[in-house]
Antibody
């Protein structure tokens, strides 16, 4: 059974940084692209960032480009999202999601974690 | 504002059939497949329909998807109370070069 467990969320001041983690199990982690999708309070789902199975290719939404960095450690079956220069509008629940193939063009997210809340406020 | 347009809400009584629409353009729905997700707040979203019409194993056949041109629809027949959730369509957008989601539709079972 696929399991994705996010951690690392919390309360941060504007301009601060945070690193989210997503521990994966139940599948061959390196064979699949992984993504981060967020949901701001009262809003819908928004794709944030994706990384290929071997970690050689990444893709980011325009809203986070230059501030967010996605990475993975296939030896630890863990996905990361480094979030810098946080803004109030980055407040959201951040979900990690497994793609159905190995490239960053995967957009069929067949398994999701429960999410990690990031709150940006002074 | 989402690239894909969904009605913010939908409702039906138990046993009824409801449909949720998703409207896009030639750069997204018109050129790529559509997936649908079910999300109960506080839980992990769930893939409901992929490749326009396919159901992952375990998804009841009460759920069906369709696509025509630049629009897609999710139909739920034999509505049940446990279907009360938020539903999102999603696809790839060639102009944005990334996945895009609809704004979501909150389904209420009366």
């Amino acid at each position: 059974e696929v399991q994705l467990v996010e951690s690392g969320g919390g309360f941060v001041q504007p301009g601060g940084s945070l690193r989210l983690s997503c521990a994966a199990s139940g599948f061959t982690f390196s064979n699949y692209a992984m993504s981060w999708v967020r949901q701001a309070p009262g809003k819908g789902l928004e794709w944030v960032s994706s990384i290929s199975g071997i970690g050689s290719t990444t893709k980011n939404a325009d809203s986070v480009r230059g501030r967010f960095t996605i990475s993975r450690d296939n030896t630890k079956n863990t996905l990361y999202l480094q979030i810098n220069s946080l803004r109030a509008e980055d407040t959201a629940v951040y979900f990690c999601a497994k793609g159905d193939c190995t490239s960053t063009s995967c957009y069929e997210f067949d398994s999701w974690g429960q999410g990690s809340l990031v709150t940006v406020s002074s | 504002q989402s690239v894909l347009t969904q009605p913010p809400s939908a409702s039906g009584t138990p046993g009824q059939r409801v449909t949720i629409s998703c409207s896009g353009s030639s750069s997204n729905i018109g050129s790529d497949v559509v997936n649908w997700y079910q999300h109960l707040p506080g839980t992990a979203p769930k893939l409901l329909i992929y490749s326009n019409i396919q159901r992952p194993s375990g998804v009841p056949d009460r759920f069906s998807g369709s696509k025509s041109g630049t629009s897609a629809s999710l139909a739920i027949s034999g509505l049940q109370s446990e279907d009360e959730a938020d539903y999102y369509c999603a696809t790839w957008d060639d102009s944005l070069n990334g996945p895009v989601f609809g704004g979501g539709t909150k389904l209420t079972v009366l």
